[in-house]
């Protein structure tokens, strides 16, 4: 079977499994991404040495076997982690020293899917722009037939243990008062990965959807769909939980349920968390997201550090994080990023470090994004579905000349008062908007209404 162009995105490989991606497609996959790392890190394939890590998926096992096969046919060293959340394959990946990694999954999406997320040395991720597109001309080009004399090893390991003691010393456990807790796993790798680390705190754990099940019998594991987060909703208010935890399919990101079974706004968490890192590294950069809130500027300031706004996407992130030396970096999507991390985004220390400043300032997570609700009044991303995106975000500036404008990712345009950001997608036909007002709801709703009347034009 062909591989189709479309499944190589921005920043990972994702497709239906058995209609545009099967075993034979893995398979030429890895051999173009062990010889993609090759040309990138300038050294023979047979000195590669690279990781795999493979999610809870049905499908998961055959492809991530398949996977290997090529990396290792190329003549790559593979350090296969089995069944395990992204972020441990990063970990893998940053504590061996290891030129790159494939991690098999298709993160949030639906069980029909299949995928891979792949990085190069210290975990830093291959985008469209650097390394995807490189690993899809080869595939297309057809790769030969690989020499049996040039084969790698393989080896199998466990990296639980460890992963779980490097993810606690980002807090002191102590400090972690017993709260009650529902935790959402959306049948994905959260379980396995943050459950003990959980246990260990003392909490009081209301877990549903706790173990790994490819068939997703819950709900699909994306908790940024309001569907699939009305069930932990519910059950932090019906068991008056401190909080809720919920994370998508691979954990690598994790979401925010108020005492109130409020759902928590990214950039608002991000705040939270980079005034709590701050305390702990006074003076420190933090990289947020350019459709963030200013919520996140103002927090970093008022706590003594440096705000930086970086362009959306992961590969931007890490790379940024590494060459400003930032101790944190929050997009609004619920992907956090730290630097005694690897630089990578984790969904098990954000989760942590939530619960140690829940613990050491004795408030409720309502109380501590009390004031942020009621300065910054946010419309979340609105996708407007447009076939001439150029024509509107040009339209969009024209009308906008009068503000600051800049085109680090789409379009932004600031205001003492207000600010949006208008950026297309990179996989889809749409116009991605986020609108913040500093002066009321009300404000924000008609100003909101009219750019949306502009881009639906």
């Known amino acids: 079977m062909p591989v189709p162009p479309e499944i190589f995105k921005a920043y990972d490989i994702r497709g239906l499994y058995g209609e545009q991606l099967d075993g034979d497609g893995a398979e030429a996959i890895g051999r173009a991404f062990a010889c993609t790392l090759g040309e990138l890190a300038g050294k023979p394939v047979s000195e590669l040495r690279l990781g795999l890590g493979r999610d809870m998926r049905l499908t998961a096992p055959e492809m991530a076997a398949r996977y290997r096969d090529g990396m290792a046919a190329e003549g790559a060293d593979v350090l296969d982690a089995g069944q395990v959340g992204t972020e441990m394959l990063y970990y893998l990946v940053g504590s061996r020293g290891l030129d790159g990694g494939l991690m098999c999954t298709a993160s949030h999406n639906p069980k029909t899917y299949t995928g891979a997320k792949l990085v190069r040395e210290g975990a830093i991720a291959l985008s469209g722009e650097a390394g995807i597109a490189d690993v899809r001309a080869k595939v297309e080009a057809g790769l030969g037939e690989p020499d049996p004399a040039a084969r790698g090893t393989v080896e199998e390991l466990d990296v639980y243990a460890e992963f779980q003691e490097?993810?606690?010393?980002?807090?002191?456990?102590?400090?972690?008062?017993?709260?009650?807790?529902?935790?959402?796993?959306?049948?994905?790798?959260?379980?396995?990965?943050?459950?003990?680390?959980?246990?260990?705190?003392?909490?009081?754990?209301?877990?549903?959807?706790?173990?790994?099940?490819?068939?997703?019998?819950?709900?699909?594991?994306?908790p940024l769909v309001e569907a699939n987060r009305r069930f932990i909703v519910d059950k932090v208010r019906e068991t008056r939980a401190d909080l809720g935890i919920a994370w998508d399919g691979d954990a690598d990101r994790c979401f925010f349920i108020d005492d109130t079974g409020t759902f928590v706004d990214g950039d608002f968490l991000t705040a939270v968390l980079a005034e709590h890192l701050l305390a702990k590294t006074p003076g420190a950069a933090i990289l947020y997201d350019l459709r963030a809130s200013r919520a996140v500027a103002d927090t970093v300031h008022a706590a003594g550090g440096t705000a930086h706004g970086n362009r959306v996407g992961h590969a931007y992130f890490k790379t940024r994080m590494r060459d400003e030396g930032a101790i944190f970096g929050g997009e609004v999507s619920g992907h956090y990023y730290f630097r005694d991390f690897y630089n990578a985004d984790s969904g098990t220390v954000p989760a942590l470090l939530i619960l140690e400043k829940l613990s050491v300032e004795g408030k409720t997570l309502s109380e501590l994004l009390a004031p942020y609700y009621s300065r910054y009044f946010i419309s979340g991303e609105?996708?407007?579905?447009?076939?001439?995106?150029?024509?509107?975000?040009?339209e969009l500036e024209e009308r906008h000349a009068d503000g600051r404008i800049s085109h680090l990712d789409g379009l932004s345009v600031d205001y003492d008062d207000w600010h949006f950001n208008v950026r297309p997608s990179n996989t889809e036909p749409l116009l991605r908007l986020t609108l913040e007002s500093l002066v009321s709801r009300e404000d924000m709703e008609r100003r909101r209404d009219e750019l949306l009347a502009v881009i639906r034009g």
């Open 382 to 394: 609105i996708n407007s579905e447009v076939h001439d995106a150029p024509a509107r975000m040009a």
């Open 166 to 222: 490097a993810a606690l010393r980002f807090i002191d456990p102590a400090k972690v008062r017993p709260l009650k807790v529902v935790v959402d796993g959306g049948n994905g790798m959260a379980g396995p990965m943050v459950g003990p680390l959980l246990e260990r705190l003392g909490l009081n754990l209301v877990t549903t959807y706790w173990v790994p099940d490819g068939e997703l019998p819950g709900h699909e594991p994306n």
